[in-house]
């Protein structure tokens, strides 16, 4: 259950008018951000129709002209002065470029208007003189673009989407000035794929908010006019440079094969099947093609050489290895471009594609959740340090994917209930004078009131807290549940990431605190400990990954999200959710030379007593209408509230 803000406001009125004595309002003890309502089943989001950079409808495609909201400027900018038009230039050629850009007409359908915009800014500070053709041929620096496009496959990227304009040997300045821009306008749509602004991903899920960083086109271009003959691995540069996503890429390669040049395309007339033994008057062109030699009088036999021939190629591009010459292996023979097996590898493609919604850099420091995988690690200076079993959010509450700050720790921290559970105990509370309810404090602030379960044994959020701001409230907390991490699948909380043996976790994450110390810390009221240096935590989403060793490895697709992405890059297997096995949890991994050779005993000073009072964990409040034992509630964490949202006492109940 969620509670809107409009929602908390409503409550509190409620609560207001049935308390007794005066104008009592439910309320939290801070104001909380906005939360979450997820579907217990993802879907895709409506998005609007994209427009081509001709300002017109383009093809709805969800892979499409997806750019993130900007941020609103904090107060209205000034009016600027009226700028003054660029003067159209004297010059032939660059009369011919000024003319295209203020030319309507699209260079690419998916590039959009704000990029078309950059372009010609580009283009302007250059006087609109050509940038890749110089005397009527490619520069050094635009055969290498043209090279980098031709094999985007190689990063999982489809290279039909960036098109090289042909150019012919004695071009006119407009041939000229239209070949220059659309070779311009396909290295900048590729960057800004390379940086994940393929997809939508608030139409696979709204809660997965990544802050993508697509580069400016006119920062592109300038970047690649300025590495002349090293422009293609410029351009490729885009594409992550983190190990995971090195290590899938590696994959995608080993399974599609050894490399083989990117073939001319072969146009043949339509005709009959050719088989084994039959003649055709386009069995010479195909001899061509493929290298073969061709015996006198015998130019036109389809042979065992040609069929040999014809089955390499169509296995190189996923069809059905039979040596007939068909419509379907016609059709590839056109197609320009490297052999794809068609189905293969679309699970490494999701996930590489999940790469490029995480930062360029996760920084030598970092915290990592692998949501589907319920691990977390944490990496020192890019090495691995620790990890660790984690509970993540259920199928109707996932746990949302997105990059944080982590800020600081509360040690003994506290829970409020939210409004959305006083409302149900305020007919009790009004005709109740006390300040305290079942273990819980009443709190009364003025005209508000609210209900506290102070630190403890009890408390939901267990002994310590981690504290990351961000839209989703959602944050890494102890839990008194422990039963729960010797579950294979551990997915039973309300978006938040309940984390194993907390205390050896905060050892890794501040520098200045060791387990003992922090421990010392229990029971002595609410402590707050701020990081020396904020630390990156990414929530990520990773069906399919590459592990220490190099082995392929697998996770359930948990939230039924790579279906749907399946779905938006064209790839197969986007008709609905396919689960995969989770493969065997491996052991904790400490970084050789660690203090830390074997887990410590949790809370080795503070074990909790009387474990049975923590059945059925995965029942909290926000769900179980029953309750556990005896009809009581059990409750584990407290859902998406910040600072921290509380259980309700057994005694409400």
Partial sequence: MRVSRSNQAALAALLAGLMAGGPVRAASPEPSPTSVDAAAKPSVAATPEPKGDDGKDAPANPVSDYKPPEPAPDSAPAPAPTATAPAE?????????????????PLLTRLGSKERAAIKTFYDARADKPVWIVDGA??????????????????GLDPRAYPVPTLAEKPDDKAVADADLRLSAAAVLYARDARGGRINPSSISRLITPTLDLPAADAVLSKLAE??????????????????????????????????????????????TLKTGMRDPRVPALRTHFGLESRPGEADLYDASVADAVTRFQRERGLPGDGALNKRTLAALANLGRPTKSGDGAELL?????????????????????IPEFRLRIFRDSKLRDETRVIVGKAESPTPTFSGMMEYAVVNPSWYVPPSILKTMAPKLASYG????????????????SLRQPPGEKNALGFIKFMFPNQHAVYLHDTPNRSLFSASTRAFSHGCVRVDDPFRFADTVLPDWSEERLKKLIGKGERTIRLPQKLPVHLAYFTTWVDDLGSLRRAPDLYGYDAPMRAALGLPGGGGPAIAKLAKEPARKVAEGSPRQAAPTRHATHARPHPRRYAEPEMDVFDSPRG??????????????????APVSRSFW
């Fill in 89 to 105: 230039p004297t010059e032939p050629l660059p009369a011919s470029v000024f003319a295209r850009l203020n030319d309507p007409a």
């Fill in 350 to 370: 999701v996930n590489m594609e999940r790469w490029r919604w995480l930062p360029p850099t996760l920084g030598p420091d970092y915290v990592l959740v692998n």
């Fill in 434 to 449: 006390g300040k305290t309810w079942g273990g819980y404090e009443i709190v009364r602030r003025g005209g508000h009131i």
């Fill in 138 to 155: 490619w520069t050094p620096a635009a055969k290498a673009i043209a090279a980098r496009l031709g094999a985007a496959d190689e990063d």
């Fill in 227 to 272: 590495a002349g003959p090293q422009a293609g691995d410029t351009l490729a540069s885009y594409n992550p440079a983190t190990e995971g996503y090195r290590a899938l890429k590696a994959q995608l390669a080993s399974l599609r094969g050894p490399k083989v040049p990117a073939a001319k395309p072969l146009t043949l007339p339509p005709g009959p």
């Fill in 628 to 645: 556990g034992r005896a009809g009581r509630p059990e409750y584990g964490e407290p859902g998406l509230w910040t600072p921290a949202p």
